[in-house]
Structures are given as structure tokens and as C-alpha cells.
């Protein structure tokens, strides 16, 4: 991996061997339906409580994507995760019956792209085969960011839904066949506009992908249209208007070339509002769709923004703002 | 940085240009007293509530250590980091003012020596300096994992104190003079013995600590006597008997070159019970005391292993065990 300037990386040999999916019941009756390699019929997923079954979505998805790359675990050198639970408790519990190394990671939503950038740094460090793994379940965030699901609490239309699933993406140094590679990174910074508004944590976060998108491309010295696609994690609908507005005043345009994995998750009639949002939102889109895609040679480069909101109920309830970081990747499939 | 077995990881080019240090009252009035560079009179430290001062210790020390090695926030490629606060606010709050990269950490209060791994592995990539920070407050932490304070709740013997400071080490891939260099690592896994108190954390770590050691010692072949400390985190007086007991039985003798940073952080006098724990304690001691004496030469070749508890408040509420994992690092100074 060698240096551009302070945030930008390039990869040596971090490829992408599988992508495994497990999404929830809502998930799966949205626009990707039939993309996921296992959707439930009950979110409860057969546990006593949400958070058991958000564990057991990390369990399955770890395990699946193991097998569905034609590896056992003792192939696995370590995993990078985490997801939305205080002290990442889905993924670290989950660990449990994995024997490899843990490296337990919180960027809130942009955590998945934060594994991949990691997972593929230390790839190129000798590691031949590692997991990135994020999820979220909208019971668990709710209860824990919100409010009790039985209170029955409107919600304002600036708001967007958890995503329930896990995605976990399988990176090799010795790829067995053809598959895309993870060719360079931009490490996200923290970045606050002072969004004081925790329901609309899109337009907190899209400041943050427009600075990190726009380092990118001064670093590689690319322009927006040198690539297939450009895909934010979470945005939703509003965040990804700011995103599209703030890019369109510096000059860049992405327009034909967008799209937000949280804004695509359901359908209108589904009544999130503004789409999608956490940590399994880029997660489930980008190891079922956007994966398929370059396997197929749809997108030949990509780019994948994951955005995260690093804000808590503490800090909302001390008066704070809403900071946020956005992480990317470059994804090429030759 | 090549590749011992699945855990164990040699790195080329990863030195400790410094460290630095923000200690609480009670830290400073204890065994290490005068060996902070910064030692607070009050732990608000100005501030209004418990969670900003330990964002503003957590600003003070990312700052201090950065002048401390006479580098700029510009030299700062990146920043390796995380607490024990739901979303690891603290640190993600205390980089809205610092504009380098930001990757979150979270494996409790084994995520300073995580923090070392991941940053001396990325710095094998070409980054030139990064910065590893962690820590605690004693009251921050108590409310969101335990009681109020004003409750006064009675504490059981085998508690910890969760100690109030902020450790920050700056990593350098281009040393301007000799320093201590981080030659190996073993990256730990997630080990879970069924320990059901939540107050008896030393007892849950110390069989990860064993796990971590005992791998690290066999990928590298070498012996405990290969090294002049053998330094834990935070497993306290109980927990530290508990690892020397576990590494006995296995034929590992540590005794006389074995230190535990928590256990050794407070005098009895200051009843803490089974002395220091928390993010803060293997960052503190490090950056202060085992720092010193790597550079003045009295330690050569030193292994420091943090160690974590991955519960939380709600897994303990739902029933669950303890599950817990320890990180390793060589550090050695020729």
C-alpha cells in the first residue's frame, strides 16, 4: 500500500472474494428483495430478545460468508466489525464462537467501510483472508437511541428507518479467481456543520462524504466521471439532495452516476421517509447489489462512501451537535 | 510486516516517537504521582458535565502529545482511537478539532494496545505518523455502567476503580532519533470463561490475557524470560493472580518481570480494591512509566497486553456472561 497524501491509500492486493447478506422482513419486501443471501420472516429470528437476534444475524452472516467463499474459519486470520449497540455488543458476542482475531471497530454507520479499509491495510500486511462485518436491527436502535417501540412515538419526516441485517464481506490477498479489488481508500475526518436535529442526521453527514468524496478526487487527481457509480452508505433521500446540492456548487457532478444505499432500501410505500440509515445499510446493499454488479461487470470502478453519525443520546441530551465521518473506497473490478 | 501464524504479526517500520499523558486527581495522588505530564486538581477539568472533561482530556492529550514530539496537526495522518463511552463519544467528539483521519475503536479497555496494532500496521503502508489514544473517567463511567454517584452505592471487593485520564502515543514510520519500536504483535481473540459478575472483570479477562500470551510466545517461539516486563492492562490484584495462576499451570513463569497497570496504578491506602481498570490504565502507565523506561534503556524487550471486557449494561440485564479479549504487542528498544 503505498501514500498519496495524508488521507488517501492504495492497495496492493485486498480483493474481494464474497459478499454474505442477511436481511430482515422489511428489508427483503424493498427494492432489493431476492438480493439477499438469507432474508428472515421474523426479525425476532427465533431469539428471546432483538438484541439475541441481531447477535444471531452476525453468527449467520459470519459463518455464511465463510462458506459461501469456499473457506473454513480457520482460514480467517481476523475480523473487522462492529455495529450500533453500545460497546458493539452484536459483534463482539458473536465472536464468541470465532476463533480468529478481533479488531472491534465504531465509526456508527460508516463502520463498514471503516472494516473494509482496515481489513484491507492489514491484508496488504501479510493477513491472507479477512472478514468485514457490520448490521444493525431497527428494534435494538430504537429502544436504545429512541424510544420504547410501544410508546408509539411519531416519527418526523426527516427521519429515516434502521435497516435490520448484517453484511459480511470477505477479503482475500490470494484471490482464488477474478474478483474486484479494493484499489484505494480516503480515511473520513470528523466534520460537524452543527446539526443540532437528531432525526435528520443525513444533512449532518452529507457535509462530511462531500469532504471526504472531494479529497478523494483531488488525491487521485480523478474526476467524478471516471467512475461507474458513486453509492453513499446512508444519506437517505434528503441527505443525499445535500449531498448532490453541495457537490453540484464545488463543481462536481455526479448526477446519472448516484446512489444512496439507505434511500434505495424501501420503496415509498414503505413509509421511511427518507429511506434507510444504519450501520447494515451499506452493508446489505453493497454485498448483494452493488456486489453483483461488479462480479458482473456492470460497474467497472466504484466508489463506495460509507457515512456515519457519531453522535449519542448522551451527547444530544448535553446540548451537543451532530458530528460525522464519512470513509471510502475504491472499487475496481478489471 | 510479515506474517507469523493466524494471530501473530511482525511489523518493519512502526517506532514510539512519544506519549503523552492527562491524569485524573485520584491517578496522581497514586504510585505513579509525578510521572503525568498533565495531572488534574479537579476531574470536571473546567467543564460542566463529566463527559466533556473526558472529551477535553481526550483534546488536551491529542494535542500534547503531538507538540510533546515537536510534530503539527498537519504531520498527523491519522488518528487511532476510542472509550469506554456508548459510541466512544469522547474521542469522536475531541476529533471534530483535529482535521487527520479518524478510525474508531471500540474493544473496551483493550482498545489502547488495539489502537497500537492497527496504527503500527497501517504505518507499515506508508503513513508517517499516527496517533493511538484511549481513555476513561471514573464518573462517566460509573453512571453508564453501574449507579449514580449519588447513590453511593457500596462497591464489592472485587471491583475495580475505572481510572480518570487520557493516553496518547505518537507513532512514527521515520523516527528523527532512536525510540522504542512495536516489532510484533499478537492480535487477540474473543475468549468467554461464563464469569457472570459483572464486578469481577480481572477474573473474565485474565483467561483471554493467557490465551493472547501463550499464542504470542508460540508463534514467536520464545520464552517468558525472553522479556524484561510482561505488562497486562488492567486485570487488577485478583485478576493478576488469576493470569500468573492460568500461565503456571501451563508452565509459564512470569513471576519477577510481571506488572499489571491497574493493579499497580493506586496505593491501598486510596481503596480502590482491586486497583485500576479502564481504558485509561494501560494507556496511563504506558505513556508515563513503562514509556520512561523503555527509553532510558532499563526495559529492552517489553510485552504489553491490553485487556477488555466486551459486556455491556444490557447483555448483563439479558443474563449473559463476560466475554473478554486481550491485544499483545513486542515493544523493543536497542
Same mark, same amino acid.
Given at each position: 500500500m503505498s501514500y498519496y497524501k495524508n488521507r488517501t491509500l492504495v492497495f496492493k492486493n485486498s480483493y474481494i472474494a464474497e459478499g454474505y447478506t442477511v436481511a430482515g422482513p422489511k428489508e427483503n419486501d424493498g !427494492? &432489493?428483495?431476492?438480493?439477499?443471501d438469507l432474508s428472515l420472516s421474523?426479525?425476532?429470528?427465533?431469539?428471546?430478545?432483538f438484541e439475541k437476534a441481531e447477535r444471531r444475524m452476525f453468527e449467520h452472516a459470519i459463518n455464511g460468508a465463510i462458506a459461501k467463499a469456499n473457506l473454513?474459519?480457520?482460514?480467517?486470520?481476523a475480523v473487522f466489525g462492529g455495529d450500533l449497540l453500545n460497546q458493539i455488543v452484536s459483534c463482539a458476542f458473536a465472536?464468541?464462537?470465532?476463533h480468529s482475531g478481533f479488531f472491534g471497530l465504531y465509526n456508527a454507520c460508516a463502520t463498514f467501510v471503516e472494516s473494509l479499509i482496515l481489513g484491507a491495510g492489514m491484508l496488504?500486511?501479510?493477513?491472507?483472508n479477512v472478514l468485514c462485518v457490520s448490521g444493525s436491527h431497527f428494534s435494538t436502535a430504537e429502544r436504545q437511541y !429512541? &424510544?420504547?417501540?410501544?410508546?408509539g412515538v411519531l416519527r418526523s419526516p426527516v427521519t429515516q428507518w434502521t435497516a435490520t441485517g448484517v453484511g459480511c464481506s470477505v477479503l482475500t490477498s490470494r484471490p482464488q479467481s477474478e474478483c474486484p479489488k479494493i484499489l484505494k481508500a480516503t480515511v473520513g475526518r470528523v466534520v460537524d456543520?452543527?446539526?443540532?436535529?437528531?432525526?435528520?442526521m443525513g444533512a449532518a453527514m452529507a457535509p462530511a462524504a462531500v469532504d471526504t468524496f472531494e479529497t478523494f478526487l483531488h488525491d487521485t487527481k480523478s474526476?467524478?466521471?471516471?467512475?461507474?457509480i458513486v453509492i453513499t452508505g446512508d444519506l437517505g433521500k434528503l441527505g443525499g439532495d445535500i449531498f448532490m446540492d453541495l457537490l453540484g456548487r464545488k463543481g462536481i457532478d455526479i448526477s446519472g452516476r448516484y446512489l444512496d444505499c439507505g434511500a434505495s432500501l424501501?420503496?415509498?410505500?414503505?413509509?421511511t421517509y427518507q429511506g434507510g440509515s444504519g450501520a447494515a445499510c451499506s452493508a446489505l446493499v453493497f454485498n448483494s447489489e452493488i456486489l453483483n454488479n461488479l462480479n458482473r461487470g456492470k460497474y467497472k470502478k466504484a466508489v463506495l462512501i460509507g457515512t456515519g453519525a457519531l453522535m449519542s443520546p448522551t451527547t444530544s441530551f448535553q446540548g451537543e451537535s451532530i458530528p460525522a465521518i464519512a470513509h471510502l473506497v475504491q472499487i475496481d473490478r478489471r
Open positions: !427494492r &432489493y428483495k431476492g438480493c439477499f421474523d426479525d425476532m429470528f427465533g431469539e428471546k430478545t473454513t474459519i480457520d482460514h480467517i486470520d465472536m464468541r464462537n470465532v496488504n500486511n501479510g493477513l491472507e !429512541r &424510544y420504547p417501540l410501544e410508546l456543520y452543527e446539526i443540532m436535529d437528531t432525526n435528520n474526476k467524478a466521471s471516471d467512475y461507474d424501501y420503496f415509498d410505500s414503505q413509509q
